[in-house]
């Protein structure tokens, strides 16, 4: 590495750590203000609350590498444009690929290091999550509920409930809406009620207070039945709790490396009923190709985030944060939509992870061509202050008439005699004639 190459890195790294540090911070109190009612507010230990937050650190990391790539690189290559060091550079002969050279090497090491932590870290941080997120609702199984929105946490219950006192556990207006049986729904409907969780069992338990139960046929209208009661319990199996924190059990796609997921695959196409389980393969194959695809978009993002930032000689920071939320924002829709396709079977579940990168390196492809066949700059909306309107003509030039016409009048103006060689006399101080 010469020493452009060492200029050009250096003058990303104090971006790079400023814009990662800056997006995890956003990242950790959008998590907060979601999270503190349901975990900070409910009375756990210090020590749960602070191991909840340092596992959810791991996803964040994952989705913060890449964004602050796009986001330094605009930073950095902004600057030196701004200072026209890009243009001294190019007038020195060095063309935008050749700038854009070291950070293509540092891109490729960022997401070598990224695949590593996704696929050998983050899947037993986010299974070490789950463990403890199960732990937690065991003991305090109000925070699987929210206020005034169905919630489906429990196994083949959906339940609603229209207050939570924060204090003593006890929920107001309470309607559990109970499809374990499909042949005979029912729903129960509560003034109050407490909900516990009882470790001998491995069950959740309702304690219900004047409320009444409806049952009906689906079949069978005419069944409908209702049943009123003063204080009744519910108790709902959930066998997934598990009572304590265990080292070993089941684990979801995205608990899993690719080793683990390409045995899940295979096992589930082994079975019998594959045919049934379609989804539930896509969903694993989604997943494999993902722990490639968003690596790579670190990149992708060079490819991006260089030729804009080389464009971008105004603006500073304020603009780059702006390009990098756009664009990094157009990336996560396309991911977050093409998992859910992919899911569905609907496309390929590879080409529903990679479409992403695809089309984002198409465009940066399409930068840098343009970067080096023009040298403008660009200029976002509310830069453009004033412009000044140039109207083309091809009456331009003159011809060689009109040329030698010029030198003549210019020549003859330079050989007219000036006033004093006209007349003869020396010319006059005028300051010595005052001072006399």
């Not at 060492?6 to 956003?26: C, T």
Request: with cysteine; charged share 25%; hydrophobic share 45%.
């Amino acid at each position: 590495m010469n020493l452009l190459d060492r200029y050009i890195v250096k003058e990303h790294i104090a971006p790079f750590f400023m814009s990662i540090s800056m997006i995890m911070l956003i990242f950790i109190l959008n998590l907060l203000f979601r999270m503190l009612r349901r975990i900070v507010g409910q009375g756990l230990p210090l020590n749960v609350i602070g191991e909840f937050f340092f596992l959810n650190l791991a996803w964040i990391l994952t989705l913060a590498i890449p964004m602050a790539v796009l986001m330094a690189c605009l930073i950095a290559y902004g600057r030196m444009a701004s200072d026209m060091e890009i243009v001294a550079l190019k007038a020195s002969g060095v063309g935008v690929v050749r700038l854009m050279r070291p950070m293509i090497i540092v891109g490729l090491l960022i997401g070598g290091a990224t695949f590593y932590f996704m696929d050998q870290i983050l899947p037993d941080f986010n299974y070490r999550n789950k463990l403890l997120t199960i732990s937690i609702r065991r003991k305090k199984p109000n925070i699987a509920i929210k206020e005034g929105i169905f919630t489906r946490e429990l196994s083949k219950q959906t339940i609603l409930v229209r207050e939570i006192n924060e204090e003593t556990g006890i929920l107001y207006s309470v309607k559990i809406f109970d499809d374990g049986n499909p042949e005979q729904p029912a729903t129960v409907v509560a003034d109050s009620g407490m909900l516990t969780y009882i470790d001998t069992l491995g069950m959740y338990q309702f304690r219900l207070y004047s409320g009444s139960i409806h049952q009906m046929k689906p079949s069978e209208p005419e069944s409908y039945e209702t049943l009123d009661f003063t204080e009744s319990i519910f108790r709902i199996n959930s066998p997934e709790q598990n009572l304590h924190l265990r080292e070993r059990g089941y684990r979801g796609d995205r608990e899993l490396d690719l080793e683990g997921l390409s045995r899940r695959i295979e096992e589930l196409r082994g079975r019998p009923n594959a045919d049934q389980l379609t989804k539930q393969i896509n969903r694993y194959r989604v997943e494999y190709h993902k722990k490639y695809s968003i690596p790579a978009a670190t990149l992708i993002f060079v490819l991006i985030g260089a030729p804009l930032g080389i464009k971008l000689r105004k603006g500073g920071a304020g603009t780059s944060v702006v390009l990098s939320i756009s664009f990094f924002l157009v990336y996560w829709i396309f991911l977050i939509g093409g998992e859910d396709i992919g899911d569905r079977g609907w496309i390929h579940p590879g080409l529903a992870m990679w479409a992403p990168n695809i089309l984002l390196g198409l465009f940066g492809i399409f930068l840098i061509h343009m970067e080096t066949r023009s040298h403008s700059t660009l200029r976002m909306p509310w830069q453009k202050k004033g412009t000044v309107e140039v109207v083309a003509s091809d009456n331009w030039h003159l011809s060689s008439e009109e040329i030698e016409k010029l030198a003549e009048a210019e020549l003859a103006k330079q050989q007219e005699p000036t006033p004093s060689e006209e007349t003869g006399d020396e010319p006059v101080d005028e300051s010595r004639e005052d001072s006399q």
